[in-house]
Antibody
Framework: QVQLVESGGGVVQPGGSLRLSCAAS????????MHWVRQAPGKGLEWVAF????????YYADSVKGRFTISRDNSKNTLYLQMNSLRAEDTAVYYC?????????WGQGTLVTVSS | DIQLTQSPSFLSASVGDRVTITCRAS??????LAWYQQKPGKAPKLLIY???TLQSGVPSRFSGSGSGTEFTLTISSLQPEDFATYYC????????FGPGTKVDIK
């Protein structure tokens, strides 16, 4: 079945870096764009970034532009999010999701906590 | 940027009730709208895309309508498993989500 599994979350100090991964299975990963979406504790959903199926174009929310980088390795069926210069307000559960007319499916999420 | 608002932000309902949630866009988005259900501690689940198309496997008591700037999600007969938070999402430009509507048990 189609599945996305995130990993790489954890606790990091303000100003630090973290790289998230999203392993895809059950579909032709290299044919689909992919998104990262985050959700701060007790808050709503915020779209973070998108990458086209071949990695040729990338788009970011203003809140992360210049600090986060989305990438993918189609040979490994894996999506990445490199997060630098992390701030307290980046604390959230980060989800990856497959692009389409809606986002489906979503991974289970990985928690990133930015705290000293 | 296109902004989405949802109303109500919270509603209390009983099993069997008909429930309607409204999503409004700050500018026209044609039918580029999706609806999601999220339960505590879980990832969102796609219910409806293209404003009115039911995602495979989603019960037929869920329906969506609208185009342009005003959209609705309707649950025809609320079931115990439907108590959750519902989000609309526009995909006309950079994706954005509405603030959510929490459906609670009366």
């Amino acid at each position: 079945q189609v599945q996305l599994v995130e990993s790489g979350g954890g606790v990091v100090q303000p100003g630090g870096s973290l790289r998230l991964s999203c392993a895809a299975s059950g579909f032709t990963f290299s044919s689909y764009g992919m998104h990262w979406v985050r959700q701060a504790p007790g808050k709503g959903l915020e779209w973070v970034a998108f990458i086209r199926y071949d990695g040729s174009n990338k788009y970011y929310a203003d809140s992360v532009k210049g600090r986060f980088t989305i990438s993918r390795d189609n040979s490994k069926n894996t999506l990445y999010l490199q997060m630098n210069s992390l701030r307290a307000e980046d604390t959230a559960v980060y989800y990856c999701a497959k692009d389409g007319m809606g986002f489906d499916p979503w991974g289970q999420g990985t928690l990133v906590t930015v705290s000293s | 940027d296109i902004q989405l608002t949802q109303s109500p932000s919270f509603l209390s309902a009983s099993v069997g009730d008909r429930v309607t949630i409204t999503c409004r866009a700050s500018q026209g988005i044609s039918s580029y709208l999706a609806w999601y259900q999220q339960k505590p501690g879980k990832a969102p689940k796609l219910l409806i895309y293209a404003a009115s198309t039911l995602q495979s496997g989603v019960p037929s008591r869920f329906s969506g309508s609208g185009s342009g700037t005003e959209f609705t999600l309707t649950i025809s007969s609320l079931q115990p498993e439907d108590f959750a938070t519902y989000y609309c999402q526009q995909l006309n430009s950079y994706p954005a989500f509405g603030p959510g509507t929490k459906v609670d048990i009366k």
